[in-house]
């Protein structure tokens, strides 16, 4: 294993120590039989391989775009919802829509317009984007 030193900012140490309590509180939160205790390098490293994933997630479009085809990009809300154990009835009453409109959306039979895919996305607990699109035939 490669050891990598890097100097920040006080400041930029600080909110990456906020941000590290605030994640565990998070997870202790979610889970009250968690016991770990991130430290700052265990965050900063997360955020890097998280970052690298979605880059990674995502280089299969540039070619696409490239030779001028027109990628399909689809949703996996269907997916994340039964994860979450959130029924489709649930979404549309937060969202004051009907069962049947938000169906199409999660069978990707129609795409939203972008304020409906955010209303979606938070009412889903905002998981991270890559996990919530993909190219048709990924």
């Known amino acids: 294993m490669k050891e990598l030193t890097i100097r ?12 590290t309590e605030l994640e ?3 997870n202790r939160h979610r889970d009250k039989n968690r016991d770990d205790n991130y430290q700052i390098e265990d965050f900063v490293v997360g955020c890097i391989i998280d970052k690298m994933e979605q880059i990674n997630h995502f280089k299969p479009i540039n070619p696409l775009i490239e030779s001028g085809g027109q990628p ?6 269907k997916e994340i919802a039964k994860q979450k154990d959130i029924y489709i ?10 069962p049947p409109n938000i169906s199409k959306i999660f069978n990707n039979v129609s795409q939203p317009r972008l304020e409906l895919f955010i209303k979606i996305w938070i009412v889903l607990g905002s998981p991270p984007l890559h996990q919530c699109l993909y190219l048709e035939g990924d």
């Open 89 to 98: 009835k649930d979404i549309a009453d937060q969202l004051d829509m009907k």
């Open 24 to 26: 565990n509180l998070i």
């Open 8 to 19: 920040l900012k006080e400041d930029t140490y600080n909110q990456l120590k906020e941000l």
């Open 72 to 77: 399909v990009i689809k949703n996996r809300f």
